[in-house]
């Protein structure tokens, strides 16, 4: 119990760089080695399957991040109550948040598995499957679906690991499913010849260890101790959890919608041009993952401040949090510029990675980087800041940021601009959507930093006789 109370002051004294350092660290790698699931299996699929295997993991992707999106709706928004709470010194409310967000991951996981394992056709066909990819995507998705149980409960528990103080817990656990998959994905691609179902079993490997770490790690958490009447549903509480994680939510959501939409556009408009609908699927597919490795760092530096803002905002120390936010948004910054100059100069040496294709592909692949990631040097900022409102507990403005270039903006104009631009309209919102919400982000950041001024500690309470 002095360790959790040790750990609670420090979020309120030491100084904000090591702090950052020490949640940060942990929380990018994590997310990191959790979009690298996708990308170990596309770049052996890429070289053992070909470029249909990797339109297959493209079509069900989508699948795997409305799961995901769940598990961070539950685990983002039980993490930043907790840290609320515990800034707040409610400790009992804290432990009870965290309870009700267990047992909602695993009514989620649940249903998920229903779901994915009786509508799997009608859903692949609604995320763009063609003809020539359906059988490479049923073979994938039908063992995929068997982990998703074990993702959302393994996912969303991580969080709240990373935010009670144990981010390297955390990190561990990521580290280990990743690393299970990493070996056994060569293994059953290309010793045992299972194709894109070894890829499938791999990566569900992978995660049952990650949720096994992360299970057997509650009974031992610091700063509270979840008991199974913490574990009933109170619906005030899981309300309150789900709002603060729906900024994640409406992330993955969202994410999951422009995928979808960005899917049929390119087969649609693929088959009037060039490329067909095949290529632009597969090609596309790629830029979406590698992207999500960058998207990895912004978000982990958001969610590694998260439980400094987060507590420091609840005690009411104005400068500590905003302190955190700019060093967050320094930092997310300077790897988006990072990545700006990869994409734009280096694409082919990152597309080899997934296969040698034909030129056809090579082309298409390389427009989707220069043209679709054309600003991304601007998303480290939007996402910090999104984050930022969420550990706030100011879900509505943490909605909007997320909802402004996912969704607001990227999915009309994928609509919109291949009718002027052919499939390449599809790219070419990317950069539209980023610029508009730079600016939206930009000025909801500056409003807060003037109401952060006027933030003082709350006055102690008298005895109210709650615990």
Partial sequence: MMEALSETKLLGSAPIPKLIMKYTVPSVISLLVNSLYNIVDQIFIGQGVGYLGNAATNIIFPITVIALAFALLVGDGAAAYLSLKLGQNQKRQAQKGVGNALTLMILFGIAFLVIGLFFLEPLVRVFGATENSMPYALDYGRIIVLGLPFVVVGTGLNSCIRAEGSPKIAMLSMIAGAVV?????????????WGVEGAAWATILGQVLTFVISITYLP???TIKIKRADMKLAPKTSKTVMGYGISSFITQIAITLSVLVANNMLVQYGMASVYGPDIPLAAFGIVMKVNQILLSFMIGFGLGAQPIVGFNYGAGHGKRVKQAYLISITCATLVAIVGFILFQFFPQAIINLFGSEEGLYNEFAQKSFRIFLMLCLLNGFQMVTGIFFQALGKPVKAALITLSRQLLLLVPA?????????????????PVADAIAFVIALVLAVREMKHLRALAPPQPQLCTGQA
Avoid: C, Q, R, S
């Fill in 220 to 222: 031992k958490m610091k």
């Fill in 414 to 430: 994928m609509l919109v601009l291949p009718h002027f631009l052919g499939v390449e309209g599809v790219l070419w919102a990317g």
């Fill in 181 to 193: 998959n990493t070996v056994l994905d060569p293994i059953f691609i290309f010793v045992l010849h």
